[in-house]
């Protein structure tokens, strides 16, 4: 897929984002928002080995949306591959579907684990790298936190564990929006410098803007080539309710559901 129609896929993402939520009338539109390139790239962009029809293949890629509350981006890229009819998007978070407010790889094809409890996902990836590479698998494994899952003490213990290990079949991508539920990540409790962390932690540290398709496309694609012996993060700088021009930069619409106005305003900027 060309880059243009990578840009398209990404916003296609996050017009599902915003029916699925505004639908359920609750969810988590921002950081879901801000990581649709990501997503995109990941997905639709060559970097994850994946196969819709074969979602168990033991040669795929694993992806982990260890900040499992992001789930309407992860729904919407596996509608938008054929996991799934796109007309259960709809159904996000109401009884009974398979699409409940965090992923239950039990329900859902394409979902590797069940995430939503902060700061597990990356010890998970980790644990799924460490076993791909025991079993001499060419296979990468993906994690995708958020900067505020950053102050979670595991993350650390995982990023240790890592590169003990030398688990250079791990990426780490943080969706660096610079907000979480509270406010901003810096007032909160502040993670920063990511890169100076993860790089003390012995991790190779690559830095893009999260928003700029062809930056995070190259980005993704260069750590996922890179077998250093030593795991990667890709710092991706992005903003929470990215292509939402009332929700871009606002902390209050981490775990809001748009009105039936703002919805309908919010699908008119993505040219829905």
Same mark, same amino acid.
């Given at each position: ?5 990578l840009k ?18 609750? /969810? ?21 080995? $994946?196969?819709?029809?074969? +979602?168990?293949? +033991? ?9 499992? $509350?992001?789930? +309407? ?8 591959? %054929? ?18 407010? $965090? ?27 460490? /076993?791909?590479?025991? =079993? ?6 993906f994690a ?6 950053? =102050?979670?003490? =595991? ?27 509270? %406010? ?44 250093? /012996? ?10 929470? %309710? ?31």
């Amino acid at each position: 897929m060309d880059l243009e129609a990578l840009k398209q896929k990404a916003n296609d993402i996050r017009i599902d984002i915003v029916k699925m939520v505004a639908e359920a009338g609750s /969810g988590h539109p921002g950081g879901s928002l801000s990581s649709a390139d990501i997503l995109a790239a990941l997905y639709f962009g060559g970097v994850l080995e $994946h196969d819709p029809e074969n +979602p168990q293949d +033991p040669a795929r890629d694993r992806f982990v949306l260890s900040k499992g $509350h992001a789930a +309407p981006v992860l729904y919407a890229a596996l509608a938008e591959a %054929g996991y799934f009819p796109a007309d259960e998007l709809l159904t996000l978070r109401k009884l009974g579907s398979r699409l409940q407010g $965090h992923p239950d790889c039990r329900k859902l094809p394409g979902v590797e684990v069940s995430t939503g409890s902060l700061g597990q996902g990356l010890s998970i990836a980790a644990g799924m790298a460490c /076993g791909l590479k025991r =079993q001499e698998s060419a296979s990468t494994v993906f994690a995708l936190l958020g900067d505020g899952e950053c =102050q979670e003490g =595991q993350v650390w213990e995982a990023a240790m564990f890592a590169a003990h290990r030398g688990l250079d079949n791990l990426v780490a991508i943080v969706d660096h929006n610079h907000l979480q539920i509270d %406010g901003s990540i810096e007032d909160v409790c502040s993670p920063e410098s990511l890169t100076a962390k993860f790089e003390a932690f012995g991790w190779t540290v690559l830095a893009c803007e999260g928003n700029e398709m062809e930056a995070v496309l190259s980005a993704l694609s260069e750590a996922k080539a890179l077998r250093s /012996g030593a795991p990667k993060v890709v710092v991706a700088d992005t903003t929470k %309710g990215k292509g939402v021009s009332f929700m871009e930069g606002q902390a209050g619409w981490h775990g809001k559901a748009p009105s039936a106005e703002q919805a309908s305003q919010a699908l008119e900027e993505l040219g829905a």
